[in-house]
Antibody, heavy 123, light 108 residues
Framework: QLQLQESGPGLLKPSETLSLTCTVS??????????WAWIRQPPGKGLEWIGS???????YYNPSLKSRVTISVDTSKIQFSLTLSSVTAADTAIYYC???????????????WGQGTLVTVSS | EIVLTQSPGTLSLSPGERATLSCRAS???????LAWYQQKPGQAPRLLIF???SRATGIPDRFSGSGSGTDFTLIISRLEPEDFAVYYC?????????FGQGTKLEIK
């Protein structure tokens, strides 16, 4: 059974860079039909897809965040990561990592999720 | 960007009753590119339905999905106590992949 676990700092100051890692276990991170996604949820609000990356280097980002986001996959560590630059209070949210199912050439739904990690941006 | 509008915002029902949740898309993308998720407090969302009507692994058959184009429905045939949660729809016909704002299913 695929398991995902987020890790990273829980508190940032405005203008800092958010860096999170998701460790994958129970399945291959190099599956051709698996992209690896980040999704966030402000406290008490809905879900927003941030972006998805593939072990081959391919990435897709939400245009609303694209200028600040990088997603990368490290096959040696069996992890993938999210960096989000120049954070503000609006970036305060629970950040989830998830597997984004691909049926070539399209991306589909998110079938496995991590438990989520709360990131707070405050001075 | 495709906007998904879910209704009602809150649905108050009793165990054993039938729940009908709606999700409407602002544009008609790929006809069945819609998923439903259940989220309980303090937990990550769980995939229930994909392809508008296919149940994910381990999902009970009291959950069913239907619809195509712009109008989709999630039905829970007989509510169990563990079904009271927030439900989200998600479209994957077009990037960016977007979610509805959620329907809270609460115990009446």
């Amino acid at each position: 059974q695929l398991q995902l676990q987020e890790s990273g700092p829980g508190l940032l100051k405005p203008s800092e860079t958010l860096s999170l890692t998701c460790t994958v276990s129970g399945d291959s991170i190099t599956s051709a039909n698996s992209f690896w996604a980040w999704i966030r949820q402000p406290p008490g609000k809905g879900l927003e897809w941030i972006g998805s990356g593939h072990y081959s280097g391919g990435t897709y980002y939400n245009p609303s965040l694209k200028s600040r986001v990088t997603i990368s996959v490290d096959t040696s560590k069996i992890q993938f990561s999210l960096t989000l630059s120049s954070v503000t209070a609006a970036d305060t949210a629970i950040y989830y990592c998830a597997r984004h199912v691909r049926h070539y050439p399209s991306l589909y739904y998110f079938d496995y999720w991590g438990q989520g990690t709360l990131v707070t941006v405050s001075s | 960007e495709i906007v998904l509008t879910q209704s009602p915002g809150t649905l108050s029902l009793s165990p054993g009753e039938r729940a009908t949740l709606s999700c409407r898309a602002s544009q008609g993308g790929s006809s069945s590119s819609l998923a439903w998720y259940q989220q309980k407090p303090g937990q990550a969302p769980r995939l229930l339905i994909f392809g508008a009507s296919s149940r994910a692994t381990g999902i009970p058959d009291r959950f069913s999905g239907s619809g195509s184009g712009t109008d989709f429905t999630l039905i829970i045939s007989r509510l169990e106590p563990e079904d009271f949660a927030v439900y989200y729809c998600q479209q994957y016909g077009n990037s960016p992949y977007t979610f509805g704002q959620g329907t809270k299913l609460e115990i009446k």
